[in-house]
């Protein structure tokens, strides 16, 4: 199962098993059958470590949800309540626990990653925390999600940073770290470029010292790591992903792997499946097609499709040729495999097609043309027709949020007038009790008004993100991933091998925070390195491998131009792509809005 | 002397039995009188005067002594008793010496004598007594203690460590007092044999009792005494009869059934290894194979068994010796007459050394087998106590080397290595009595903490460096232990302490100077403890402890460094709890780190705190957002009002202009939305403004969409947007077209098409046609579906970028026009 996750540069199956080991072990270790009951944010990434068959085997009986209410009544031994720490949380524990059938049970708590302190306090407070025989921790910090890409899986991460000033993720972002460089080695070379990527790198040092020499146990597989901070770069996040699993999580959302689309496109299989139910459909790399389309622009995609479908119906014709036995069953043995990926057609097919209604829309479009006309820097001080056209229809705030924060990032800053404007035309429009948002953008500072540097057209220019005559089919560059723009992050990282940064200073001091390059001394014995008949595709001279970690997020678009570098020819490095969250536009500016519910007021 | 001169065959083996060392104690010690312990592995012995057996000297009530020895009989501590009447002594796989008494109770004291703690088997054991006691270590490595009560009940904990009492199942006839019984701990489960006269009982953990089925042919009255193997797998049962049977633990399986003609129950029964059984009486030892095989040995004083691993100890009153079967390697080696590789290479070496040119002759027969040879000799010289043969084994071993070309020398180099550390640790000032298989058991780890138990850190340094270990389990380790010896020791200034344990310790790798602190405060030196913390690395350690001194600052600079957030919210919620207040929150203030957390922590726990520390630091603008989020809590519609009236204040305060504008707007929208709401009985709170209006226009009130048009200044072009839209939704075409020719529109008039064409009402649409500007007439001529009159309007402006957008739009199905806007492309083309 899930041998994807080892088809990589870097085995990350390594890693899952060793989160897969911790968490059985705790389980062992509650003696008896046991109900869990989960964290719903939770389920997804500890399904990606081990599926239900294996927590039967277990003695795992029973999964329930965490919400308020009676939690329903069985036979196991014990219950686990498995949790993030937070507080709200301990709430609904302590409802449920209080409302528990007097018989005897057992009951404990797993913290995830870490148990916090104050939530325990606050268990103690709610008088429920004696309850428990076991209160554990289960340090699951960074989940491998496919053969390239690790995230932790904490959407706040970016909020409590700079919103906030609570580095708690960056603690946790360190320890993520320390866990990869325990299981694949010390890592060499660091580089850093934000003032929370310096503070982590800072906190990895330190734990690195107090392992005290305890970590020199495995020859470094990783040679560079880079870690960028969401801040280095707020543009790329808030344009629209035109790479095939970019749009998919932009119109669909995808979460833990999984994408949920409306069902009327897909043949329902079984024909007793409900088709009022959304389709659901698990997306990597163990899907062949999937691994094949999903970093390509939208507009190539269509091209491997048919050209797939071609291929498919020649295999299938290929009975017709099998004359002996034998061919017949060479023909046979192909066949589940053929009808696999006939399957795997039809789904992309469907969502091909759902993406191409969206991006039909005049609404898509004009949204594209406006980003476009920011993204040169045209007309980028006064107000946007189109953006007060989007206001005044009342399409969604996000979008025109994401707009806002394009134009001002791009105009970098706006006068005052224009950004009260603005704020006014938003209050008006969808409500004050947006303005408690509105401030937070401006708190990180994705809406500002005008300092005295202009540094975006001096970094769009340097870095040459924005590029004409973009190749969608057959790509030369980066900027694919957005028909023309190139993720000013994913070009820190192409330019940090090639030339090397020492080239782009000026770039890099017009960025914002600190730009930073450590060593980090590995033991003789250790040095060389990786047995050379790992992999047979290897060629003759081994790309050196870079764990590229977004502080704060990163959107598809970016993990598919990375994979694009990658995979360029005699290109210098392959890449791991680790972060805190997979983020796109809404769901980054959603972590950051603050939405109240009014309570009915009470007419009396 | 023939260095088979101490074997003696049992059966088809041989066993042999030597000389360990002497008994330091010599005259201190009569074992006859005594209850004695000793640990397993040449781990140290206890002794205590035996009441029952030693005479009372009369009149005079002498508290008795317990004796702490190493085995070679060193003394280490003495413990003048004074609690109540000893029952058993035993050790703890950890070394600690477990004094059980009648009440029940487990006195518990390191190997020094030291006083640690105190466990107890419950009130029953210590109500009724206890009569009986038995000291066990368990198949997970823990050390338990089951007693046995004058109600012949039987008690027991499996983990000293870790007290939890359990009682085993009665068993039945109460009121026969069980003949004698041990506790067998295999795998997961630890239970008990318990045998009442002829009849045998199993009494496992979950409260059963089953009577066993013996598989023994003699006739049996009464089983008065048993003995488990070291790996608890094997049993001896001694009847009252004289017969001893022998078979596994199980009782599945027999070996045999011996009569030793001796109707008195041993001393004490135990087992050889696994291979035999040793009943002593009085002065007889006598050894019993599982083939009815025995070899008898007499001593002239009493003498105590201890079991081990791959043999037994003898303890006597001046001598200590093992007892052992010879192993297969040493055998193969010194057997008379041997033919091994072993033993050729073996008289090769010494003839070789004397000169003999056999030497060569030897070596010939065995060439092909030479690196057998050697492997033999070098594990041989493993099983020698005497370095003399160690050496002559060695020296053969590495004679053959000479003679082949690419063997490695891993075996050898780690046999001399450790063999010169057991020699080392058997010295008679050590006194650790192991054997080399018995090392391989425990490990040098294991091997180096119970040096450091006995302080002997000089000797576990070396040989951790001998041996290069890790700095991590090796030399840190021992600096460690040294160190917090040293912390303990009084009459040392702490200014010479802390220079003394900084100059050994420096930067040594893995050093917990947090742990050797804490022993520091417990010893009330708290000078020394704060110096020592300066040296820690690790805040996780190193907060807790200065908090637990009083260092507030200190720990809160240490936790924030450290970037655990939850050791700052330790340090943050300790201080506020033992701070007044104004005290608490002056010290944060400085503290970025610590006060934006404090406010997190508010922000779940604590509002009107929030509201306080942001006045306080005169943060209006955050105060005023926390406002905002408490108006929305309120369910009364004047209280609303009055806290957004303190929003604007915020806000005005924190000379944000806007957000003050916004906010009295929003108060002024929900007084007209009450007074609307009022006025009409529908809702209209909580909606926005653009909203508001909306509702209005829907519902036609024009007086009101004016007053909020002009009072909240609502800019034109949202204003028509907003006026269409509504329109459009409720069907009202005729005002929609009053609307269009009001004034100009300042948003064009493909809105007025676009809503026309979403509510399907293309004949309406059509009016507003001539309105729109030429550059949007192809989109618009595209929504209303009319695509000929689009790709005309497209030709006739000469855009082939509109052309080709018609062109997309065309259904291949409708070919004639496909064409005819094909034809149209390249016309535009050609000009």
């Excluded at chain 1, 609570?166 to 003032?195: E, H």
């Excluded at chain 2, 007499?298 to 791959?310: F, G, K, M, N, W």
Aim: aromatic residues 8%; contains cysteine.
């Amino acid at each position: 199962m899930a041998s994807h996750l080892s088809s990589g540069r870097i085995n990350l199956s390594v890693l899952r098993e060793s989160y897969r080991q911790e968490f059985l072990e705790l389980l062992d270790k509650c003696k008896g059958t046991k109900a869990l009951v989960w964290d719903g944010a939770l389920t997804g990434p500890i399904d990606l470590i081990a599926d239900y068959t294996l927590l039967k085997g277990h003695e795992v009986d029973r999964m329930w949800p965490l919400q308020y209410g009676r939690l329903p009544s069985s036979n196991v031994q014990n219950i686990i309540f498995i949790t993030r720490a937070k507080s709200s949380l301990m709430d609904i524990i302590k409802d449920n626990v209080t409302k528990l059938d007097n018989d005897r049970k057992e009951l404990h708590v797993f913290f995830v990653p870490r148990r916090s302190l104050l939530c325990e306090k606050k268990l103690k407070d709610l008088g429920i925390y004696g309850l428990f025989a076991s209160v554990e921790e289960y340090s699951l910090d960074i989940i491998p999600i496919d053969c390239d890409v690790l995230s932790m899986e904490t959407e706040l991460s970016f909020r409590n940073c700079y919103l906030e000033n609570d580095r708690t993720s960056l603690f946790l972002a360190a320890k993520a770290l320390m866990t990869v460089q325990a299981l694949y080695g010390v890592i060499p070379n660091i580089f850093s470029k934000g003032d929370c990527a310096d503070e982590v790198v800072d906190l990895m040092m330190r734990m690195r010292r107090e392992l005290g020499g305890r970590d020199m146990q495995v020859p470094p597989q990783i040679d560079n790591l880079l870690i960028l901070d969401r801040i280095v770069d707020p543009l790329t996040p808030l344009l629209t992903q035109l790479t095939y699993e970019g749009l998919i999580d932009e119109i669909f959302g995808i979460s833990n792997t999984f994408a949920k689309f409306p069902p009327e496109k897909f043949n329902a299989s079984a024909p007793g499946e409900a088709s009022s139910d959304p389709k659901k459909i698990k997306l990597n790399s163990s899907d062949e097609l999937f691994a094949e389309i999903r970093d390509r622009n939208f507009n190539a995609v269509g091209n491997v499709l048919s050209r797939k479908a071609k291929l498919i119906s020649a295999q299938y014709d290929e009975r017709h040729a099998a004359k002996t036995v034998g061919e017949m069953k060479q023909f046979v043995s192909k066949l589940p495999h053929i009808q696999a990926e006939k399957a795997s057609l039809g789904s992309h097919t469907a969502i091909a097609e759902l993406i191409k209604e969206e991006t039909d829309t005049d609404e898509f479009r004009a949204s594209l043309v406006a980003t476009q006309e920011f993204l040169s820097g045209a007309e980028t001080d006064k107000a946007s027709p189109y953006i007060e056209d989007c206001i005044a229809k009342q399409e969604h705030l996000l979008k025109v949020l994401r707009l806002i924060c394009i134009q001002c990032y791009c105009n970098c800053g706006f006068k005052p007038k224009l950004l009260d404007y603005y704020k006014r035309e938003i209050i008006q429009t969808y409500g004050y009790q947006h303005l408690v948002t509105l401030h937070n953008l401006e708190k990180v500072g994705l809406l500002r008004t005008q300092g005295t540097v202009r540094s975006y057209a001096t970094v769009r220019k340097s870095l040459k993100l924005l590029m004409e005559d973009v190749n969608e089919q057959n790509p030369n560059d980066i900027s694919y991933v957005y028909s023309g723009y190139a993720p000013l992050s994913v070009r820190l990282a192409q330019l940090l091998h090639r030339p090397g940064w020492r080239g782009i200073t000026e770039v890099l001091n017009v960025l914002p925070g600190k730009t930073r390059e450590e060593f980090q001394q590995i033991p003789e014995w250790l040095r060389k390195r990786r047995a050379s008949g790992s992999s047979v595709h290897s060629s003759g001279s081994e790309q050196k491998v870079t764990l590229v970690f977004f502080l704060g997020g990163v959107t598809f678009a970016e993990i598919s131009a990375l994979r694009f570098l990658s995979q360029m020819e005699d290109a210098p490095v392959d890449y791991l792509i680790a972060t805190t969250k997979l983020i796109n536009g809404k769901t980054w500016l959603d972590s950051l809005m603050d939405v109240f519910q009014a309570k009915p007021v009470n007419p009396f | 002397m023939a260095l088979t001169a101490d074997w003696n065959p049992l059966g088809d083996v041989f066993f042999r039995k030597f000389d360990l060392c002497s008994m330091q104690w010599s005259d201190q010690v009569d074992l006859q009188k005594s209850i004695v312990a000793a640990a397993p592995f040449g781990g140290p012995i206890a002794l205590i005067r035996d009441e029952a057996r030693g005479q009372k000297i009369s009149g005079v009530a002498s508290k008795p002594l317990i004796q702490i020895f190493t085995s070679a009989g060193k003394e280490l501590a003495v413990i003048r008793w004074n609690s109540g009447t000893i029952l058993k002594l035993g050790w703890s796989n950890k070394l600690d010496l477990l004094c059980v008494q009648e009440d029940g109770s487990v006195l518990i004291y390191n190997i020094f004598g030291v006083y640690k703690r105190t466990i107890t088997l419950g009130q029953e054991a210590r109500d009724v007594r206890v009569i009986q006691c038995h000291i066990f270590n368990t198949s997970s490595g823990t050390t338990g203690a089951a007693v046995l009560t004058s109600s012949y009940r039987i008690f027991m904990v499996t983990n000293i460590d870790e007290p939890r009492i359990r009682r085993l199942a009665e068993v039945p006839g109460a009121e026969i007092p069980p003949s004698c019984w041990s506790v067998v701990s295999l795998q997961q489960s630890t239970h008990v044999l318990l045998a009442k006269e002829a009849k045998l009982y199993l009494l496992d953990h979950e409260l059963h009792c089953e009577e066993q089925e013996v598989p023994i042919n003699s006739p049996v009255d009464s089983y008065i005494e048993m003995a488990v193997s070291f790996n608890n797998k094997y049993l001896a049962l001694f009847c009252s009869s004289g017969i001893l049977w022998i078979g596994s633990s199980s009782l599945k399986e027999i070996y045999c059934e011996f009569d030793t003609k001796c109707q008195k129950r041993p001393q004490q029964l135990a087992w050889c290894s696994t291979v035999a059984v040793v009943g002593c009486w009085e002065d007889i030892l006598l050894m019993i194979g599982p083939k009815k095989d025995w070899i008898k040995y007499t001593y002239d004083s009493a003498v105590h068994l201890v079991p081990e691993i791959d043999g037994m100890r003898i303890i006597g009153n001046s001598s200590h010796e093992f007892l052992q079967r010879v192993p297969a390697c040493v055998e193969e080696i010194y057997k008379i007459g041997s033919m091994s590789e072993g033993a050729m290479l073996f008289e090769a070496s010494k003839e070789f050394q004397r000169g003999s040119q056999k030497a060569d002759e030897y070596i010939r027969m065995i060439r092909d087998k030479l690196s057998h040879a050697m492997n033999q000799c070098i594990s041989a010289a493993g099983h020698e106590f005497d370095p003399v043969n160690q050496k002559a084994l060695l020296r053969a071993a590495s004679f053959g080397k000479c003679f082949l070309e690419d063997q490695k020398s891993d075996f050898f180099v780690r046999m001399c290595q450790e063999l010169r550390v057991l020699n080392a640790v058997r010295n008679k000032n050590v006194g650790i009595l192991l054997t080399y298989q018995q090392l391989q058991h425990l490990q040098v780890p294991v091997l180096i903490d119970r040096l450091l138990l006995q302080k002997l850190y000089w000797l576990a340094i070396h040989i951790c460096q001998y041996l290069k270990m890790p700095d991590i389990e090796g030399a840190s380790r021992v600096l460690a232990h040294w160190a917090c010896d040293k912390v303990q020791q009084s009459g040392i200034e702490e200014e010479q302490l802390a220079r003394a344990i900084a100059e050994k310790l420096g930067d040594t790798p893995g050093v917990s100077y947090s742990e050797i602190a804490n022993k520091a405060i417990e010893c009330g030196k708290v000078d020394l403890a704060i110096r020592l913390l300066g040296c820690e690395l690790k805040a996780a350690e190193q907060v807790p402890l200065l908090l637990k001194m009083g260092r507030n600052q200190l720990a809160l600079t240490k936790a924030i460094e450290s970037g655990d957030t939850d050791l700052v919210y330790t340090v943050l919620l300790n201080l506020q709890e033992r701070m007044p207040r104004g005290e608490f929150l002056m010290s944060i203030r400085t503290v970025p780190v610590a006060c934006s957390l404090y406010l997190q922590f508010c922000r779940e726990h604590n509002r009107p705190m929030l509201l306080e520390l942001y006045y306080q630091e005169d943060n209006f603008q955050e105060e005023g957002n926390t406002r905002i989020a408490d108006s929305y809590e309120d369910e009364r519609f004047e209280t609303r009002v009055s806290k957004l009236v303190a929003t604007q204040d915020a806000f005005n305060k924190a000379k944000n202009e806007c957000a003050t504008k916004l906010t009295e707007e929003q108060i002024r929208l929900m007084r007209f939305q009450r007074k609307m709401e009022e006025e009409t009985n529908k809702p209209f709170l909580d909606l926005s403004l653009h909203e508001t209006m909306y509702k209005l226009i829907v519902e036609n009130n024009q007086k009101g969409v004016e007053q909020l048009r002009k009072d909240f200044k609502v800019p034109d072009r949202r204003f028509w947007w907003m006026k269409i839209l509504a329109l459009s939704e409720t069907g009202d075409w005729n005002e929609l077209d009053r609307f269009s020719k009001s004034k100009k529109s300042p948003i064009g008039y493909e809105p007025f098409v676009e809503v026309c064409v979403k509510n399907r009402n293309f004949e309406e649409a059509q009016k507003y046609m001539g309105r729109v500007t030429p550059e949007n007439l192809v989109r618009c001529y595209v929504k209303l579906g009319k695509l000929e009159q689009a790709a005309e309007s497209a030709l006739q402006s000469k855009n082939a970028e509109d052309l080709n957008f018609v062109l997309s739009k065309c259904p291949p199905s409708n070919r004639a026009l496909f064409e005819k806007i094909q034809t149209m492309r390249n016309q535009l083309g050609a000009k």
